[in-house]
């Protein structure tokens, strides 16, 4: 028998279920995605399975990320962007509110518009390489 693939949604552990009226499915233990039921020619179960499996190398994501499908409390904090300020009280020059560099730095953190901006970006660039590998050259 063929092993079976992770999910190709959510990268979970599949596991093949008997079914009670003798159909049989693989359904992902963690997000609960499954084949349709089989009921006979269940040898197909397993390559049914893996055959959604997506390429080495691709995760499948939306198209847009909300506050709503959980992603903004996911990722809120998780970026920083770090900026170099002159320092206001030697105006560079050096001093001790500055330690000498003349300078302060700072993390500021990415706003959530900025991170689906960039989201959205990668989805384009993403589906537009895809169609074009798709299409003959």
Not at 9 to 31: H, T, Y
Not at 62 to 85: N, V, Y
Request: proline content about 6%.
């Amino acid at each position: 028998m063929s092993e079976l693939k992770p999910c190709p949604f959510c990268g979970g552990k599949p596991a093949r279920q008997e079914l009670e009226d003798g159909g049989q499915v693989i359904e992902c233990s963690s997000c609960l995605a499954s084949t349709p039921i089989h009921y006979d020619r269940c040898e197909n179960l397993v390559s049914s399975w893996n055959r959604r499996s997506l390429p080495e190398g691709m995760a499948l994501v939306p198209r847009s990320i909300t506050a709503e499908t959980g992603h903004k409390a996911g990722m809120i904090g998780d970026f920083h962007e770090t900026i170099t300020l002159e320092c206001r009280h030697c105006e560079g020059e050096g001093c001790e509110e500055c330690h000498g560099t003349g300078q302060h730095r700072r993390n500021i953190p990415v706003s959530w518009t900025t991170i689906k901006a960039i989201h959205r970006r990668i989805v384009e660039l993403s589906e537009a390489h895809q169609d074009k590998e798709v299409q003959p050259s």
